[in-house]
């Protein structure tokens, strides 16, 4: 059983679509993450949510937009994609947002904008 | 696929060697670190953790080592396989009400057969 599941885990599209990232965890938890992984491999947070709730918002463009129906699940949203969001994005949880907490990872999901 | 992280600097060790991977971190309020292990296409995965009134902890095959004088922070892993080989990333947690996780550059980590 994946704990951190997102779908999909290829997407090419071309710039100026619009795409949406799905997750999900069956941990139970009540953080949840995006983070962004460029090229260099150098990971960044994106947001993080607690209980549905924003946490996190890291200056990241407002093209980006999470949703957070449930707390099991952390959609991310991209308008008008653009060549710089092509990265590897990756979807996290916690138990809580103390520190302490181990986060744990999805596997990615791989965006190309051509 | 997965790009190849061309800056990454990188440790290659020969298989049975012990490995040091080291880290520097930024904020000497971080009360919380982490060590992750990404393997080729997946995402970043738990290894060991310590806190900042800890120097030292020792999990299965690796310890972590921290010294906050100089904020550095290291893993050692004993005994190096080829399925150690992999991207290894640090991680500081800030005291914020964020509990924000801010990662390391990533190192990575080649065992030669």
């Given at each position: 059983d994946t704990a951190v599941s997102q779908t999909p885990k290829y997407l090419v599209t071309q710039m100026g679509n619009d795409k949406s990232i799905k997750c999900e965890q069956?941990?139970?938890?009540d953080t949840m993450y995006w983070y962004k992984q460029d090229s260099k491999k150098f990971l960044k947070i994106m947001f993080s949510y607690n209980n549905k709730e924003l946490?996190?918002?890291?200056?990241?463009?407002?093209r980006f937009s999470p949703k957070s129906p449930d707390k099991a699940h952390l959609n991310l949203h991209i308008n008008s994609l653009e060549l710089g969001d092509s990265a590897v994005y990756f979807c996290a949880s916690s138990l809580g947002l103390s520190g302490g907490n181990t986060i744990y990872f999805g596997e990615g999901s791989w965006l190309t904008v051509v | 696929g997965e790009s190849v992280g061309l800056h990454l600097p990188t440790l290659s060790v020969q298989e049975g060697d012990n490995s040091i991977i080291n880290c520097a971190y930024s904020?000497?309020?971080?009360?919380y670190f982490i060590w992750y292990k990404q393997e080729s296409g997946k995402g970043p995965q738990f290894i060991i953790d310590i806190r900042s009134n800890m120097d030292k902890r020792q999990g299965q095959r690796v310890t972590v080592l921290l010294n906050k004088t100089v904020k550095h922070l290291s893993l050692q892993i004993a005994a190096?396989?080829?399925?150690?080989s992999a991207v290894y990333f640090c991680a500081e947690r800030g005291m914020d009400s964020s509990y924000k996780l801010i990662f390391g550059s990533g190192t990575r980590l080649l065992v030669r057969p």
């Open positions: 069956n941990l139970g938890h946490i996190i918002n890291e200056t990241v463009p407002n | 904020n000497s309020a971080s009360d190096t396989q080829p399925g150690d």
